[in-house]
């Protein structure tokens, strides 16, 4: 496997006969064959529940999805939308929208650039696989309809959406629950050897769900993924929740795949992980696993969230399959 490579943050300070000038470069998503391994974007306890809800793969350059919202406290929410490229030279402008906004939030206008990406809020990997992610904390309507669109503009990119992906953590609402739970993101992309140079494979990926866990009181836990060009061929166990093999079947569309897993069973007290392949596909990318956990009541609810600050580093019905994992 390829090392990642990673941005970083260069310093500048220019010094005058009279003055002190400090320059701070920002941080910029470089883009990686290899793709960005999910890492742990926000984590903790709440006293609500964390609301997750997608779009899926339509086939076509403009998606809206439209998201039921719980009532509730927004703790946070993030945005993921995720465009076909086409091959990793081709660029293009397409514009993200939510709830009608487009002028914060990085949401509106975006020129994707493939292999020359330096987006801070973009992944860019592979063959021109771009996903990306947008903070919409202040943004959301919680208790009603929320609204996200994406859509190519023009360009040489392809602009075929992958779909759209919302998550919201609230506090509070009309059935609240105490949940512990994990967030994390990226777009690691495995391909078969062939596709790099020098030839090595990027078959797995593991992301882990760091902390412990009152595994006594877990009643309930929900493992959710994000595969994006999964699978085919097929793979019925491409995917394994602290060493216990999940069914990965249902992954077929060759897409865009949102699906939950219950591991319930499988919890261990401390180092969860989950472990996925890409199988006998060629081009598979996970660009998000997400981990909850809900516990039983007890004479006092931790609500604590554990978070990076936005924008501080870089970083699932079927449809058409053609042309998107190709060379």
Request: charged share 20%; glycine share 10%.
């Amino acid at each position: 496997m390829k090392k990642m490579k990673y941005p970083q943050v260069g310093i500048v300070a220019i010094i005058g006969i009279t003055m002190l000038c400090l320059i701070v470069v920002p941080l910029v998503a470089e883009y990686n064959f290899e793709g960005f391994p999910e890492e742990t974007k926000i984590s903790g306890f709440v006293n609500g529940g964390v609301f997750i809800d997608y779009e899926p793969w339509a086939g076509t350059t403009t998606l809206t999805g439209e998201f039921d919202v719980p009532d509730g406290d927004v703790k946070w929410a993030r945005l993921y939308t995720g465009i076909w490229g086409g091959n990793p030279r081709n660029k293009g402008w397409v514009e993200v929208t939510f709830n009608g906004v487009d002028n914060e939030s990085r949401l509106g206008q975006i020129h994707l650039q493939g292999e020359s990406d330096t987006n801070p809020n973009v992944w860019c990997s592979g063959n021109g696989k771009h996903w990306m992610y947008y903070n919409v904390t202040d943004l959301v309507n919680p208790g009603s309809t929320n609204t996200a669109t994406t859509s190519k503009i023009n360009g040489s990119i392809d602009g075929r959406a992958y779909g759209i992906v919302l998550i919201v953590v609230y506090e509070g609402g009309n059935n609240p629950k105490a949940i512990q739970y994990w967030i994390n993101e990226g777009s690691d992309a495995l391909h078969y050897a062939d596709a790099a140079w020098p030839p090595v494979s990027h078959d797995t990926g593991i992301s882990y769900f760091n902390g412990t866990v009152n595994t006594e009181i877990v009643t309930k836990a929900n493992l959710t993924l994000v595969h994006l060009t999964a699978y085919d061929p097929g793979c019925n166990s491409c995917l394994k929740f602290n060493e216990h093999e999940l069914n990965t079947s249902m992954v077929d569309s060759n897409t865009f795949e949102l699906n939950t897993w219950n591991v319930t069973g499988y919890v261990a007290s401390t180092d969860n992980s989950v472990f996925y392949s890409r199988g006998e596909d060629e081009y598979i990318n996970v660009a998000n696993a997400i981990l909850v956990l809900e516990r039983r009541a007890v004479e006092k609810t931790e609500t604590n969230i554990t978070a990076i600050e936005d924008y501080d580093r870089p970083k699932g019905e079927k449809g058409q399959t053609d042309e998107r994992k190709g060379d």
